[in-house]
Structures are given as structure tokens and as C-alpha cells.
Nanobody, 117 residues
Framework: VQLVESGGGSVQGGGSLKLSCVAS????????MGWYRQAPGGERDMVST??????????NSEKGRFTISRNMPKNSEHTLYLQMANLRSDDTAMYYC??????????WGAGTQVTVS
């Protein structure tokens, strides 16, 4: 099982980035997937999640600026996206992709760094 994030980088305040997460090796069609972030010295916090049925949640600070989506082709890799706009310095963090599939089964990616200056 692999969750591989990409798309992070350095951007100036007000800029945009689009994160991607390719998930493979498991049937993710029934999993809730999401993006979490962790700033240096901070806790890992939820940014946005999307359920298998497409129900979307955002943390309040991201509403209106971030958009989550997922591509779930049958019998193929799943891709999760996070379009981020109007980025601020407090968005600087390591961003992680996660899949929550059952009460006991969840997966995490290694993260992609986003730095806003």
C-alpha cells in the first residue's frame, strides 16, 4: 500500500499550489480520504476530508481557499487532490495524505512540504 504526495513547494503569500496524492495497493473506494498538515512544533491537524460518497469537510481556516477532490477510477490508482489558493504564511506546514478505511485500517503518506513566504 502506498500513498505518495506531490505538488508541495515554496510560494509567496497569495499564491496557489495543487497537491496530489496517488494511492495504490488497496481498495480505496470505500475509504474516507483527506489532507492533514503539521507545522513545526505543532500537532497534525485536519485540513479537509472527503468521504467515499463525496461528503466534504474543511477546517474553518481553509473554507473558501482550499478545494479537495478525488478521482476514483475502477481497478486503478486513486488520486486525491488539494487545490490551495490565497496561501498565507500560516499555511506553511508538512501536508499529509491519509486514508481511513475501517475502524482499524488507515494509511498515511510521507508528506509534502508547503512553505509560504
Amino acid at each position: 500500500v502506498q500513498l505518495v504526495e506531490s505538488g508541495g513547494g515554496s510560494v509567496q503569500g497569495g499564491g496557489s499550489l495543487k497537491l496530489s496524492c496517488v494511492a495504490s495497493g488497496y481498495d480505496f473506494s470505500r475509504c474516507e480520504m483527506g489532507w492533514y498538515r503539521q507545522a513545526p512544533g505543532g500537532e497534525r491537524d485536519m485540513v479537509s476530508t472527503i468521504s467515499a460518497r463525496g461528503i466534504i469537510k474543511y477546517d474553518n481556516s481553509e473554507k473558501g481557499r482550499f478545494t479537495i477532490s478525488r478521482n476514483m477510477p475502477k481497478n486503478s490508482e486513486h488520486t486525491l487532490y488539494l487545490q490551495m489558493a490565497n496561501l498565507r504564511s500560516d499555511d506553511t506546514a508538512m501536508y499529509y495524505c491519509a486514508a481511513s478505511c475501517t475502524q482499524y485500517v488507515s494509511f498515511w503518506g510521507a508528506g509534502t512540504q508547503v512553505t509560504v513566504s
